[in-house]
């Protein structure tokens, strides 16, 4: 079977898509709809750079859901900014957040949209890492 354009994307990135009938492991994810709909949308270099901010982060490398993944795609639509003049300090703050544990408050608010209101968390945990030391640098 030959792999498709998406599947030898993710494997420069270390990431293997597998069916959802499949547990995932580390480093894998069932997100191949969320990709492509990111991809389509916003291109190859969006969705790379999200798909960066996750995996090239040691708390939040396999936090490869397809709720964060758009959620993290969102605030980097948003935010544009931060992405273009500051990718180092974005990476950075990726570092200090805690993926998991906010998909699993966004999860906990259910039956509000787990993306909508995972995508709140994070952009408010970045805004403070970011917006802030932008304040202090002035």
């Given amino acids: 079977m030959t ?15 597998v069916p959802v009938h ?9 997100a191949r709809g969320t990709m492509q709909e990111i991809r389509g949308r916003y291109g190859d270099g969006h969705l790379v750079f999200v798909l960066r901010c996750i995996r090239q982060t040691g708390k939040n490398r396999d936090e490869l859901w397809s709720d964060t993944i758009g959620a993290v795609s969102d605030v980097l639509v948003q935010r544009q900014d931060w992405a273009l003049q500051r990718p180092g300090d974005l990476l950075g703050a990726f570092d200090d957040i805690p993926l998991g544990s906010l998909r699993t408050d966004a999860v906990a608010r259910r039956p509000w949209p787990v993306r909508a209101t995972l995508r709140t968390l994070i952009y408010h945990e970045l805004e403070i890492r970011l917006d802030a030391s ?3 640098a002035v």
Avoid at 3 to 17: E, P
Avoid at 22 to 30: L, N
């Fill in 3 to 17: 792999k498709g354009r998406l599947d030898l994307l993710l494997d420069g990135l270390g990431i293997k898509l």
């Fill in 134 to 136: 932008s304040r202090l």
């Fill in 22 to 30: 499949r547990r995932r492991a580390p480093a894998e994810s069932h």
